[in-house]
């Protein structure tokens, strides 16, 4: 969380007055992918504080936004260091900068480029953008990559609580014998280690075809999916009514922690705005958490109320 550069004006290769002069976050990552996207090209590069926040989620937070970009111009002197009055700023900081603001207190005009800096040598040389220029995909593949990351950090949780399950599942079951206390308190720890699973690495990788708008509908349902499947596995249980309490514990659970390791997603996908997830966050996060604190009352009394 700390991977940010000096903001300020930098030189890529050996601009002079009339070089372009692209704008971008200080997010080191954001600055390396533009370089990368621009080789033997001589410009100018001015990195605005977004606080090492990438592009879109620093316009959305308001750090990469109208004032940050008028001080930055000032700060770096640029209008005495190049002729021309163009700023070419990327599509998706857009939310966070207002074009016509921008123009009446610093006198630069504000072009917006493409989507990705992949596309920059092409518009550099039209200043056009193609309408595929223009859209953010997010394909299977796109969704991918960013897995990880969710999952890293859900586990850095998870794995916490699945230790606690599992010592508490073999505290409550001692009674069954140490064979059963062990095989109850592994299937509760693969339980969470598979929620998390769920909410974190299946729901993005289905993300388009699972029901409802909400990432936390999205993730709900495919818990809910998943609890179908634990029932099956455990329908002996559940038959003879040893384990009802603890399947009605894990009906709770398992929803609303996959529901809301889903809704982590948001920060990382195109498929919804701030005003969406603040909306969002209103009414699901007091339902997950209200669910989990049910199911981890029946879970635990089902251990420990036989």
Same mark, same amino acid.
């Given at each position: ?15 002079? #007055? =009339?070089?372009?002069?692209? $704008? ?19 410009? &100018? ?9 990438? $592009? ?7 750090? @990469? ?25 990327? #599509? ?19 072009? !917006? ?12 040389? =039209?200043?056009?953008?193609?309408? #595929?220029?223009?859209?953010? =995909? @997010?394909?299977? &593949?796109?969704?991918?990559? %960013? ?9 850095? $949780? ?11 599942? %073999? ?15 592994? @299937? ?13 690495? @299946? =729901?993005?990788?289905?993300?388009? &075809? ?49 529901? !809301? ?9 195109? !498929?919804?705005?701030?005003?969406? $997830? ?8 007091? %339902? ?19």
């Amino acid at each position: 969380m700390h991977y940010g550069i000096d903001p300020g004006l930098y030189a890529l290769g050996e601009p002079g #007055q =009339t070089s372009p002069v692209l $704008v971008t976050a200080n997010y080191k990552m954001s600055f390396d992918r533009l370089r990368e996207a621009l080789p033997g090209r001589n410009l &100018w590069i001015l990195v605005l504080d977004t606080k090492g926040i990438n $592009v879109w989620c620093a316009a959305g937070k308001g750090t @990469f936004g109208t004032q940050e970009l008028v001080s930055r111009i000032e700060s770096s002197g640029l209008e005495k260091i190049v002729s021309h009055r163009e700023l070419i700023l990327p #599509q998706l900081s857009g939310p966070g900068v207002s074009a016509h603001e921008v123009k009446r207190l610093s006198g630069f005009k504000v072009i !917006y480029g493409p989507v990705r800096a992949a596309d920059l040598p092409v518009f550099l040389e =039209t200043r056009k953008a193609e309408p #595929q220029m223009r859209s953010k =995909t @997010f394909n299977t &593949w796109e969704r991918t990559v %960013l897995i990880p990351i969710e999952l890293v950090s859900a586990l850095k $949780v998870g794995l916490i609580a699945m230790a606690l399950f599992f010592v508490l599942s %073999l505290l409550g079951n001692t009674g069954d014998g140490w064979t059963n206390a062990m095989n109850h308190g592994l @299937f509760s720890a693969s339980a969470v280690l598979m929620t998390i699973l769920v909410g974190a690495a @299946f =729901t993005p990788l289905l993300l388009p &075809w699972l029901p409802g708008r909400a990432f936390s509908v999205k993730g709900c349902s495919l818990g809910f999916l998943f609890f179908a499947s634990l029932l099956v596995f455990r329908w002996k249980d559940w038959v003879a009514g040893t384990g009802r309490l603890e399947m009605l514990g894990w009906l709770f659970l398992i929803p609303a922690l996959s529901a !809301y390791l889903a809704m982590n997603f948001t920060g990382a996908s195109s !498929y919804t705005s701030l005003s969406g $997830v603040k909306k969002e966050m209103r009414w699901a996060l007091p %339902l997950e958490i209200g669910a989990a604190a049910l199911g981890l009352g029946l879970w635990i009394g089902s251990n420990f109320m036989r």
